[in-house]
């Protein structure tokens, strides 16, 4: 068994745990995420360069998606993402899509995700030396909803009345979904992380993770340093866990370190495959062959990462050889 972590002793004698990762940190010592939802669409032949990204799909073709889903579960994921992240209220509304109709969307985007993992779980072959995979409900940024790439940046120019809002109506449709917990990812300031803990304070027995994007291998995307982040992110009780995504992968062995020395909750990291984000094209731009992602699976272990996974460029395949390496028997 690899890896360790803030976990309690009651979820290693089988006690049912409170974060949802418990169980899996003390049967195989890592969770293994997913990777990217959207650009495994897109390699499906899907169009997304629009407003709504992978969101759009769930409006033309949400089976689809439930497809991604099960080739990431047979890859070796032991969570998977619903397409929540460019799913919003306000987003469905001003594609014409009435609030009603948009509020159904969003609850059907997670029950694609639970479908594909129950789907998974009935066939008695996969629950061979497999736990039950999570399904977590994806709470993207607001820069998401904008669709011009200040996901990378934090520039929104609004108060946190304004973002609490904006956050507010999805935040309540997706806690009570049915996900096992809520993926707050992409978040690149401190002000919308501290909106989001604040929703999460609100809401009776929901966990979720706190994931950043980063500018190097020290600062969020607005500058804060990941350190002060991380604190603020250790004060939350139900802060499943505490990291990094759709960061360049160079950076992600530095951040994790960064994060270690502010936290003892379990550190999440799924980067994205590097490159360039063209928010006018909405694609990625740059090469993604370079990355050897077993090694760096098991080097973000090695360094505290207990949650580990891929965002955006990451395939099922990369993800099956992460998971190959993450749980091998012979690992150093």
């Known amino acids: 068994m690899h890896g360790g972590g803030p976990f309690s002793k009651e979820a290693a004698e089988g006690v049912q745990p ?76 001003a594609r014409g899509v009435v609030k009603e109709r948009a509020v159904e969307v969003l609850g059907r985007a997670v029950g694609l995700a639970v479908e594909a993992r129950d789907a998974f779980w009935s066939n008695a072959e996969n629950r061979n030396q497999r736990l039950r995979p999570l399904v977590a409900a994806s709470v993207g940024p607001y ?57 999460l304070c609100r809401t009776s027995d929901q966990w979720a993770w706190m994931s950043f994007t980063c500018r190097d291998g020290s600062h969020l995307s607005d500058g804060t340093p990941l350190a002060a982040a991380a604190k603020m992110c250790d004060a939350g009780s139900r802060v499943a866990a505490v990291g990094i995504n759709c960061t360049p992968p160079e950076h992600v062995s530095e951040l994790i370190s960064v994060i270690r020395n502010a936290t003892d909750k379990p550190i999440i990291a799924y980067p994205n495959a590097g490159g360039r984000y063209d928010a006018e094209r909405k694609t990625w731009k740059g090469d993604v062959s370079r990355h050897d992602w077993p090694a760096l699976a098991a080097e973000w272990r090695d360094r505290g990462a207990s949650v580990i996974g891929g965002c955006c460029r990451v395939a099922p395949a990369d993800i099956s050889r992460m998971r190959g390496r993450l749980l091998s028997s012979d690992q150093p």
């Open 18 to 93: 409170l974060n949802p990762f418990e169980r899996f940190q003390h049967r195989q010592g890592v969770t293994v995420l997913d990777g990217g939802l959207a650009t495994s669409l897109e390699a499906l032949g899907y169009d997304l360069a629009d407003d709504l990204w992978s969101a759009k799909v769930l409006l033309e073709d949400p089976d689809v998606i439930q497809r991604v889903h099960s080739d990431f579960l047979q890859a070796g994921a032991d969570c998977i993402t619903a397409g929540t992240y460019q799913a919003s209220i306000q987003g469905f509304i």
């Open 143 to 199: 820069g998401a909803y904008q669709a011009d790439g200040s996901e990378y940046t934090g520039a929104y120019g609004l108060s946190d009345d304004e973002l609490l809002d904006f956050h507010g109506g999805r935040w309540r449709v997706l806690a009570e979904s049915g996900a096992d917990l809520m993926g707050c990812e992409t978040v690149p300031s401190l002000q919308e992380a501290e909106v989001l803990l604040e929703l």
